[in-house]
């Protein structure tokens, strides 16, 4: 799959923490929370946790690394993608 994202895309996000698979979310990395990362939704795996993955899965660091995180530490959703034209 191609990333949705490039580099110098904006994004546009909802604090909103109701999330659907296949959305993208922001958070902090767990391993290190100065750090932000934006994934893909792939799973609910209980209540109030998520799986995520990064689109390009050989480039990604994600919870196959991290494992699940939870509902409670997303920033928020994804809503719109702002493309630069380059």
Do not use: H, Y
């Not at 909103?16 to 990395?29: A, L, N, T, Y």
């Not at 995520?52 to 928020?76: C, P, Y």
């Amino acid at each position: 799959m191609c990333p949705a994202l490039q580099e110098g895309d904006e994004l546009l996000i909802s604090r909103r923490k109701r999330v659907s698979i296949g959305e993208i979310v922001v958070f902090p990395d767990p391993r290190d929370l100065d750090v932000i990362m934006v994934k893909r939704v792939k799973r609910l795996t209980s209540p109030d946790k998520l799986w995520v993955e990064g689109d390009n899965a050989t480039e990604s660091t994600d919870s196959r690394t991290f494992g699940a995180i939870k509902r409670a530490e997303l920033i928020g959703v994804v809503t719109s993608i702002l493309t630069q034209n380059i």
